[in-house]
């Protein structure tokens, strides 16, 4: 593989006004702040150039030594979406009757999943996020990754930040283990399934948990110098 000489070029970099940074900043928590993982999603059709622009939006998250680790595979056929329920319940049904401690059981009750996962074919959309283990030549070598755990995690952050941006919802699903989504969706072996995403309107009735987020001073330390 032949590296690129280092090419710098000017940065583009809009300075806005104390004004604007602080309204941007509070109406994109507000935006945030009511996001919710939606399991009741109505099987209304979601155009393919919005699921193109999250994939976009996605590719320009930070990467180790910008190998851009991840494969989005995105998913409307009705058979595979139904080849995808049934193996993720399969799995699904192994983890909540053997696999899983009862702590763990626990944890999830206030959450109120369980093992089947009907929405996987509800949804007009199902993408999934591989994570490259490593890359591979033109002439088949390969290319080390760097950094790909922590790279697939921003890019799928902000995944899901530009999913509820646009006005849609989604669920972080993943189950375990989750190979099957090599076959069902004809994956290379270096990559592995990383995070599954059903997409879609919610239900008209949809419900949610009834869950509080941690208040900003038990998440953050502030370790300020002298002022």
Same mark, same amino acid.
């Given at each position: 593989m032949t590296l690129s000489p280092y090419q710098p070029q000017p940065l583009y970099f809009e300075r806005l006004a104390l004004a604007d940074m602080m309204a941007r900043a509070e109406a994109f928590y507000e935006l945030m702040d009511r996001r919710r993982s939606v399991r009741f999603f109505s099987d209304e059709p979601v155009p393919r150039v919005l699921i193109e622009r999250a994939i976009q939006t996605a590719s320009t998250a930070p990467s180790g030594a910008h190998r851009q680790p991840w494969r989005f595979v995105a998913v409307s056929d009705p058979v595979l979406k139904r080849q995808i329920r049934e193996?993720?319940?399969?799995?699904? %049904?192994?983890?909540?009757?053997? %696999?899983?401690?009862?702590? #763990?059981?626990?944890?999830?009750?206030?959450?109120?999943?369980? #093992?089947?996962?009907p929405f996987l074919e509800i949804v007009p959309w199902i993408v999934v996020c591989f994570a490259e283990n490593y890359g591979v030549g033109v002439q088949g070598e390969k290319i080390k990754n760097y950094y790909v755990q922590e790279s697939c995690g921003i890019a799928c952050g902000m995944f899901i930040s530009a999913i509820h941006q646009m006005g849609l919802a989604t669920l972080t699903h993943t189950p375990s283990p989750m190979r099957f989504l090599n076959n069902i969706l004809r994956r290379p072996a270096h990559e592995r399934p990383y995070i599954l995403f059903p997409i879609g309107f919610p239900a008209d009735d949809a419900t949610v948990p009834d869950l509080e987020r941690k208040p900003l001073d038990a998440v953050v330390q502030w370790n300020l110098g002298e002022e």
């Amino acid at each position: 593989m032949t590296l690129s000489p280092y090419q710098p070029q000017p940065l583009y970099f809009e300075r806005l006004a104390l004004a604007d940074m602080m309204a941007r900043a509070e109406a994109f928590y507000e935006l945030m702040d009511r996001r919710r993982s939606v399991r009741f999603f109505s099987d209304e059709p979601v155009p393919r150039v919005l699921i193109e622009r999250a994939i976009q939006t996605a590719s320009t998250a930070p990467s180790g030594a910008h190998r851009q680790p991840w494969r989005f595979v995105a998913v409307s056929d009705p058979v595979l979406k139904r080849q995808i329920r049934e193996a993720a319940e399969e799995e699904e %049904r192994e983890s909540y009757h053997g %696999r899983m401690s009862d702590e #763990w059981l626990e944890a999830l009750a206030p959450i109120g999943t369980d #093992w089947q996962k009907p929405f996987l074919e509800i949804v007009p959309w199902i993408v999934v996020c591989f994570a490259e283990n490593y890359g591979v030549g033109v002439q088949g070598e390969k290319i080390k990754n760097y950094y790909v755990q922590e790279s697939c995690g921003i890019a799928c952050g902000m995944f899901i930040s530009a999913i509820h941006q646009m006005g849609l919802a989604t669920l972080t699903h993943t189950p375990s283990p989750m190979r099957f989504l090599n076959n069902i969706l004809r994956r290379p072996a270096h990559e592995r399934p990383y995070i599954l995403f059903p997409i879609g309107f919610p239900a008209d009735d949809a419900t949610v948990p009834d869950l509080e987020r941690k208040p900003l001073d038990a998440v953050v330390q502030w370790n300020l110098g002298e002022e």
